[in-house]
């Protein structure tokens, strides 16, 4: 796996082997208690796709997209892994979306073929929503965009290591389960959605694509903590203030 992380002085990337955080710039080995989690990576953009797992389509009584709608969430919203997500005061609504997330390891425009050579990896994200203004604007942008909305970790594990076809992803407020899919529901899968993507726009390197959420999607109040866990990847825990 692949994290950032500051020790107080310097931010720094590393690999994670159990505790154990190895800086990939300097080679110096840390136990992961010593420092603060980082987001593991500030993308130029975040894209996002709605309606994306069947399961979620048929809890909402709609039909299934022809073509991955798309959305953006810009980088100002991102946290990590243990960051506090800001309950907006002009909004009553504020809805967890736990979804699966691809990091984009190499620029790539018009890809139309063997579109996983262009994955870094993948991390847990929650697409936080204030659900009130999203339905008093009709469209997403300010719902979306609230500075802490994109939370996002703790870490990304490199696409070698993860097969997405078909892994557990899941919800929990208060440790209660609130989403329980699969990858497998998803509508369209991560090499098409590359592919439909970059043909509209250049993904640069450690843009984020957040795939989807499955069903179950409802609100949060402030003091909860809110965990996404996605098998094979980890859990993203963060607390609403």
């Known amino acids: 796996m692949i994290g950032r992380f500051s020790d107080g002085n310097k931010q720094f990337h590393a ?8 800086s990939m710039e300097s080679n110096v080995s840390y136990d992961i208690d010593m420092l603060d989690i980082l987001p593991p990576v500030i993308p130029s953009k975040i894209i996002c796709i709605g309606l994306n ?11 299934i ?19 506090h997500i800001v309950y907006p005061s002009i909004s009553q609504r ?60 703790p870490f990304i594990v490199e ?30 899968d991560v090499p098409f959605l590359i592919e439909f993507i970059s043909s509209i726009m250049t993904l640069e390197k450690g843009d984020v694509i957040a795939t989807g959420t499955p069903p179950g999607v409802g609100p949060l109040k402030r003091e ?8 094979g990847v980890g859990i993203l825990e963060n607390e609403v203030l």
């Open 53 to 63: 797992y069947r399961d979620h389509a048929k809890e909402l009584h709609m039909d």
């Open 159 to 188: 696409a070698s290591d993860f097969d997405f076809e078909d892994v557990s992803i899941s919800c929990r407020v208060n440790g209660s389960t609130k989403q329980d899919s699969r990858t497998s529901n998803l509508i369209f």
């Open 224 to 231: 909860d903590v809110v965990e996404v866990e996605i098998e």
């Open 15 to 22: 690999r994670v082997e159990g505790n154990t955080v190895t």
């Open 65 to 83: 997209p022809e073509e991955p709608l798309l959305f953006m969430k810009p980088s100002s919203a991102v946290i990590g892994h243990k960051g």
């Open 94 to 153: 504020v809805d967890y979306e736990a979804e699966l997330a691809v990091v984009i390891g190499e620029k790539c425009r018009n890809v139309h073929e063997n579109a996983e050579d262009f994955i870094l990896g993948y991390t847990c994200f929650n697409d936080v929503t204030a659900r009130d203004l999203q339905q008093k604007d009709g469209q997403w942008t300010r719902a979306k965009s609230f500075d802490t909305f994109a939370p996002m970790g």
